[in-house]
C-alpha cells in the first residue's frame, strides 16, 4: 500500500527543492507578555537549553524588563548555545545599550509605524520615527552587533511609509526586518500581500511576527514564508500578549512534514516541551490543542477504533511518538462491537461476535459516556494485527 498520505502531499505541492525556513522562539520575550506568567531565572536558562537542544534557529529574550531579566540574558548568552540569542527592545539608544552590556551578538529594536502607534503611543511624526529606526539601526551596527528591525502594527502603516522605512533601514545595514500583524487582524492572503509588498523593494531577509488575535495566526505565519519570509516566530504552547502567536509544535510539525524544510528538529521533545511551560506556568495547554493536546492522539467513535486498531495512519496524520505524545483509546457508549472485543482481550475474556455485540449494547445501556481509557502502543498494535 502506498503511504497514506501520498495523494495529500501532492495536493500539497511541495517544492522540489523547499527552502529552509528558520524558527525563533520568542517563549522568553513574548511568552513572558502573557497574562500571569513570569519565569524565575532558572527556568528561564533551562527553556533556553530546551529550545537549543530542541533545534530552534533564534532565541529571543528582552534584558530591558528587568534587572532579573538582564541576569537571564547575560547567562543565556554566556552559555554558548547553538542558537543566536536575540536581545529585545525599544529603538532607543539606551536599550541597545542594555544589549551590548549584556555582550549580545544580536539584538532587535520595535517601533510602531502605523499611525495610531505614532499618533496615540509614541507621539511622534512619521519624520520622527523615520530618523529614530535609522539612528537605531546605526548605532547597533557602529557598535558591531546585528541588528534586526520591527515595524510594530506594520500591517496597519500606510504602506508607502512602510516601504519607505524598510529601504532606509536596510540602506544602513539592518541584518533582518520583522514584518508584524501586531492585532492579528490579517487573513492569510492579507499577509501574503504585506509580506509580498516589502520583499519586493529590499533584499533583507524578513521574519513573520504574526498574532492570533482572530485564529489566524499559523496560517498567516505560512503565507508570509509563501511570500519570502524565511524565519517564523512562535513561542511554546503560543503564549503571548491576548491571544499570543503561533505555537512551537504546530509550526515545527507543518514546517517538517507539510512544506520539507530542511529543519533539525528534535519533535519528539515537544510534549515536553509543552509540559516544561505547563508546570512552569500553571496554564494547561485546552485538550484539542493539535500535536500536543491530550486528546491531540486520542480515538473514540466505533468506527475510528475499528481501523485504529488495524492501522492508527487510518485517522492519524502522523505518529503520536514522532512528537513525543501517545495514542490512546477512549471505550464507552461509541466504542462499537470492534472496541467491545478488544476491551475484551484487554481483560483475559474469551472474544467471540456474539459477546462483543452484547458488550458494546451493555456500554451503550450504561448512559455513562466515556469509561475509560488506555494506551495504545505501537507494540500492542503489531500485536493486534498479528493476531487477526
Ligand atoms: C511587542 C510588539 C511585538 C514585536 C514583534 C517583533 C509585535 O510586544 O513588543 O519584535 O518582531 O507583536 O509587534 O511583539
Ligand atoms: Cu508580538
Keep these: 500500500m502506498k503511504d497514506p498520505n501520498y495523494y495529500a502531499n501532492i495536493y500539497n505541492a511541495y517544492d522540489k ?32 537549553w530546551m529550545l537549543d537542544y530542541f533545534g530552534v534557529d533564534q532565541i529571543e529574550i528582552s534584558p530591558v524588563v528587568s534587572g532579573d531579566h538582564k541576569e537571564a540574558t547575560k547567562t543565556i548568552i554566556k552559555q554558548g548555545l ?25 539584538c532587535a529594536a520595535y517601533l510602531g509605524i502605523s499611525d495610531i502607534h505614532l499618533k ?18 546605526e548605532y547597533a551596527k557602529s557598535h558591531g552587533l546585528k541588528i534586526r528591525f520591527t515595524v510594530e502594527d506594520g500591517s496597519r502603516a500606510e504602506p508607502e511609509f512602510l516601504l519607505k522605512m524598510c529601504k532606509a533601514i536596510e540602506d544602513v545595514g539592518v541584518d533582518r526586518i520583522s514584518l508584524p500583524d501586531t492585532v492579528g487582524i490579517l487573513r492569510p492572503i492579507g499577509m501574503y500581500n504585506f509580506v509580498k509588498k516589502v520583499r519586493e523593494v529590499v533584499d533583507v531577509p524578513l521574519d513573520a511576527h504574526v498574532h492570533n488575535d482572530i485564529g489566524f495566526a ?13 524565519q517564523i516566530h512562535t513561542t511554546i504552547d503560543g503564549i503571548g500578549e491576548r491571544t499570543g502567536i503561533p505555537p512551537l509544535a504546530e509550526v515545527a510539525v507543518a514546517l517538517t512534514y507539510l512544506y520539507k524544510s530542511p529543519n533539525d528538529f528534535r519533535l519528539d521533545m515537544l510534549l515536553d ?83 462483543a455485540k452484547a458488550v458494546a449494547a451493555g456500554l451503550k445501556g450504561l448512559r455513562m459516556g466515556d469509561l475509560i481509557e488506555i494506551p495504545l502502543e505501537d507494540r500492542l498494535e503489531k500485536k493486534i494485527i498479528n493476531d487477526k
Design 17 to 48: 527543492n523547499p527552502k529552509k525556513i528558520r524558527v525563533l522562539d520568542s517563549t522568553l520575550r513574548e511568552g513572558e507578555q502573557h497574562p500571569g506568567v513570569s519565569f524565575t531565572n532558572k527556568q528561564r536558562i533551562q527553556i533556553a
Design 82 to 106: 547553538k542558537a543566536d540569542i536575540v536581545s529585545h527592545g525599544r529603538a532607543l539608544k539606551e536599550d541597545i545599550d542594555v544589549s551590548l552590556s549584556c555582550d549580545a551578538k544580536w
Design 120 to 137: 496615540d503611543k509614541l507621539r511622534i511624526s512619521r519624520e520622527e520615527a523615520m530618523n529614530r529606526a535609522v539612528e537605531t539601526v
Design 218 to 230: 499559523v496560517a498567516n505565519a505560512f503565507a508570509a514564508c509563501d511570500a519570502g519570509v524565511d
Design 273 to 355: 516541551l509543552s509540559k516544561l511551560i505547563e508546570e512552569y506556568t500553571i496554564i494547561k495547554p485546552y485538550d484539542s490543542k493539535p500535536i500536543v493536546g491530550s486528546s491531540a492522539y486520542k480515538h473514540k467513535a466505533g468506527t475510528h477504533l475499528a481501523a485504529i486498531l488495524r492501522n492508527p495512519a487510518a485517522y492519524e496524520p502522523i505518529p503520536p511518538r514522532a512528537v513525543g505524545n501517545r495514542r490512546r483509546i477512549v471505550f464507552g457508549e461509541l466504542a462499537g462491537k470492534t472496541g467491545a472485543a478488544y476491551l475484551m482481550s484487554l481483560l483475559g475474556l474469551e472474544k467471540n461476535d456474539e459477546n
